[in-house]
């Protein structure tokens, strides 16, 4: 079936569908190494045979044909903002890349369907030895370390979406931070969706070397669509020894999005990593970023906001594997769920019989505010030796009336008072967040409340 | 918009010679078991994740041999009694699977033993089963406490024998109150499943208690169904395990109407190379509001190979409710024994008395002397 999907993006459209033959060409089309032509076929068979996982959402209403897994827009990859199409450029501005990008940000690859289109590097992190780059130009420039590191943390048989993802992964970041190197500034990529009816698989691989310092963040916007969308791409973080990763994540994909997301990082003696995530757009979300934390003194923390509105069901978690002793973790999990959506924390800790003096906790808070919505909590801990300390703690519950009462007494509207208790609720884990996801957040909840305060 | 979840199938297998209608017909009153026994072959024993299955000593079905009940009630006979009486007629239609529903159509199609209580005023049962003298205990029982009423029950299962199996509903009427102490003390037995309904009516109560000392795999389910208003319901579980031991015990709240109240408890230790999963379910569906429901588990590792799982769950889709849960895993408190040690104790006496600490408030509440000191002995046989 033809579809008008605007002028730009016509010209290498491919069917719908995926087999042998298209991801052969979508490995000739990016003049790839064999290596990572295997790689892709070995992920397609593993896809064409597993089922879908056997827990969270409901994909039954994902056409796997309705997704046309790669298009390129007519578009080089552009060194200089001049040299960026004008459509495209329109809908970055209204994201605000390019102001954000100079004031604060050291490098943008902001990818526009499924090839990068703008990549730009500061001369000085080139100097401090940093690599940053598109996935696919990493994978032709250093081809060793690459291939060292891709899918070596999710390998393809991990579960459907990861085998997907492996066979036709187009797009994302490549960060590589040489040892003792601080990255003075936060790195910074955009995903998009523009096209009906369009997977985008996206592959971010970071690498920190010892004593290593990053803080990456990604953001996603799309617009909305009636064809089903399907966002399933892959985050793979390498945090060496004494090195402390920050990655910051605000989803905001369409309301028509399955949003199916793999995010997992190891983490080297005495490392540190910090997810910090807020999820507010897709349809339904399946995501649960991992820290496996392999060696002594290693540190995850998980800071995760979900917002669940109307026709929406998230699914979101996280997951901490205490492989070493003297390992910590602390999970801080906040979900709101409003006028009919359904939020879902969904939660693994593991302490293995070799991880000793493992201090973990665990925090779960829900917010519910009507009787359409729904909250659930899972948290699976598994303890598996005798001198870890670990404890969890969970709570649903609703804006109490004399907190409502109180701020109604001091002179706001009902309204307000609500958007300023969720807006409370939430403010530790947005505080995590960069400025501009912070002000996105409290303009959804001013919205829902009909609210001007903030 | 219509949202559903997709939830993880139990896996499940076969075994050679399973039980069919020739051990139905052995055990008497084969026109009541028939119907169960056809639905019971077509389903396969549940592997489980966690406890692992992989077979079933089924030996030879008997009929229970000794005397196993005792108490004042308006009626108390064996379950056999009450089908040939006609007291059970409208049983089971509640839809409970248990712990799986392989284990519950076991219990009512191959049922050795079991009771039926129908209660008035003021009544107190035990029931005790020894598994020296039946190695194969499949239960059936059905309680009805009558409005106004309050029942106590203890059942206690003690010994060594090769499979237990038991499936138990509860129906609590209007204003009535339930108090149920629920033994398990069989070390070396290799399957134990016990599953248990309590359908809880306007004002009635609930207060159980839970004891697991004992039996190589164990697996304990308690469903309870909060469905009249201001129907209040406790579960404390308190488990004890050692050796190769593993158990999984869920408890299940679900409050079906508004203003309803539930709390649920696990205590308890794991010792050598045991392990023990505690899940606690809460849920509390759109038109429940003004729910009060609280979760907490506690446990106390031993043993640097013992491990302890759990799974608490809170499913809310009411907002004018309170839903809590907490959980906390860790070792004998050092602050504790090194307290207890400077103050003379030696350790052993200390680690005693700190474990003691923790069952202290199931001491408190069991109401027989003899029960009350087989769980002592069962205890300090682990310690």
């Known amino acids: 079936m033809k579809k008008d999907f605007g002028e730009f993006n016509i010209i290498t459209r491919k069917e719908s569908g995926f087999d042998r033959r298209l991801i052969e060409e979508i490995s000739f089309n990016k003049e790839e190494p064999s290596w990572m032509r295997e790689l892709r076929l070995r992920s397609l068979e593993i896809f064409l045979r597993k089922s879908n996982p056997n827990f969270g959402v409901d994909l039954s209403a994902l056409d796997m044909d309705e997704i046309v897994p790669y298009l390129k827009p007519n578009a080089k990859k552009s060194a200089s903002w001049d040299e960026v199409p004008d459509e495209i450029k329109d809908t970055f501005e209204k994201l605000g890349i390019p102001e954000a990008e100079r004031k604060v940000l050291s490098g943008v690859g902001a990818q526009y369907d499924s090839e990068v289109v703008y990549q730009n590097i500061k001369s000085k992190l080139k100097e401090l030895g940093v690599i940053f780059l598109d996935m696919e130009s990493a994978v032709k420039e250093y081809p060793d370390l690459v291939k060292k590191y891709f899918m070596r943390l999710v390998p393809p048989s991990d579960h459907k979406f990861a085998a997907l993802h492996g066979a036709v992964w187009s797009g994302g970041s490549f960060v590589y931070v040489p040892e003792g190197v601080e990255v003075p500034m936060p790195l910074q990529a955009y995903f998009m969706m523009a096209s009906p009816g369009i997977g985008q698989f996206e592959h971010t691989l970071i690498i920190l070397e010892k004593g290593a310092k990053l803080h990456f963040i990604e953001g996603c916007s799309a617009p909305k669509y009636s064809a089903s969308n399907l966002h399933s791409g892959m985050v793979e973080i390498y945090v060496g020894e004494g090195a402390t990763m920050r990655y910051s994540t605000i989803q905001n994909w369409s309301k028509n999005t399955y949003n199916l997301n793999t995010k997992r990082a190891v983490i080297g003696k005495d490392g540190t990593m910090v997810w910090v995530s807020g999820s507010i757009g897709s349809s339904k979300t399946m995501l649960y970023p991992a820290s496996i934390l392999r060696e002594k003194g290693a540190r995850a923390e998980h800071m995760n906001i979900t917002y669940a509105g109307k026709d929406q069901h998230l699914d979101t978690g996280s997951k901490v594997i205490h492989l070493a002793p003297y390992t910590s973790s602390k999970v801080d999990a906040r979900s709101i769920s409003s006028d009919g959506g359904w939020s879902f924390y969904r939660g693994l800790l593991r302490v293995s019989p070799e991880a000793h003096h493992v201090k973990s906790t665990v925090e779960c808070s829900a917010l519910m505010m009507d009787d359409r919505s729904a909250s659930d909590t899972l948290p699976i801990i598994e303890v598996m030796n005798n001198d870890s300390d670990v404890g969890h703690e969970a709570r649903v519950g609703r804006i109490r009336e004399e907190q409502i009462y109180y701020l109604m007494s001091r002179g706001l509207s009902e309204d307000d008072a609500k958007s300023m208790i969720v807006r409370g609720f939430m403010a530790p884990i947005i505080k995590q967040l960069p400025l501009e996801y912070a002000i996105e957040f409290n303009k959804l909840v001013n919205m829902n409340f009909k609210s001007s305060v903030g | ?383």
């Open chain 2, 1 to 383: 918009m219509e949202m559903t979840m997709v939830k993880p199938e139990t896996r499940v297998f076969n075994i050679h010679k399973d039980y069919g209608l020739n051990e139905a017909k052995k055990l008497g009153l084969f026109e009541w078991r028939k119907p169960f026994v056809k639905r019971y072959v077509e389903e396969g024993f549940p592997r489980w994740k966690r406890l692992k299955l992989s077979q079933i000593p089924l030996n030879d079905l008997k009929k229970y041999t000794g005397k196993y009940l005792d108490g004042n009630a308006k009626i108390l006979e064996s379950f056999s009694e009450a089908i040939q009486k006609g007291h059970v007629g409208k049983f089971p239609k509640m839809g409970y699977d248990g712990a799986h529903k392989k284990f519950t159509l076991m219990s009512y199609a191959f049922f050795n033993a079991g009771f039926f209580i129908e209660s008035s005023g003021e009544s107190k049962i035990y029931a005790h089963y020894t598994l020296d003298s039946n190695p194969v205990i499949i239960e059936n029982s059905l309680v009805i406490v009558k409005s106004g009423s309050e029942l106590t029950v203890v059942r206690e299962i003690d010994g060594t024998g090769k499979l237990r199996v038991s499936t138990t509903n509860f129906v609590v009427e209007e204003g009535a109150k339930l108090n149920f102490f629920n033994v398990l003390i069989a070390p070396k037995t290799p399957i134990s499943v016990d599953s248990n309904v309590y359908v809880v009516g306007n004002n009635a109560q609930v207060e159980t208690y839970d004891v697991i000392l004992g039996g190589d795999k164990t697996a304990v389910n308690h469903e309870i169904r909060l469905e009249g208003v201001n129907a209040k319901a406790s579960l404390f579980s308190f488990y004890f395990t050692t050796g190769q031991e593993r158990a999984d015990l869920e408890c299940k709240l679900i409050h079906k109407a508004p203003k309803t109240t539930g709390y649920l408890e696990g205590n308890g230790v794991v010792k050598e190379n045991s392990y023990v999963v505690f899940r606690g379910n809460i849920w509390i569906p759109s038109d429940a509001y003004g729910v009060e429901s609280r979760e907490k588990s506690h446990s106390v590792n031993l043993s640097p190979t013992a491990r302890v799982d759990a799974i608490p769950s809170l499913s809310v889709r009411n907002n004018m409710v309170t839903a809590e849960h907490g959980a906390s895993m860790g070792s004998l408190d050092e602050k504790k024994l090194y307290y207890m040690m400077s103050r003379g104790m030696d350790k052993h006496t200390a680690v005693r008395l700190i474990l003691e600490g923790v069952f202290e408030p199931l001491m408190n509440a069991i109401p027989m002397k003899s029960v009350k000191r087989s769980v002592k002995n069962g205890l300090f046989s682990r310690i």
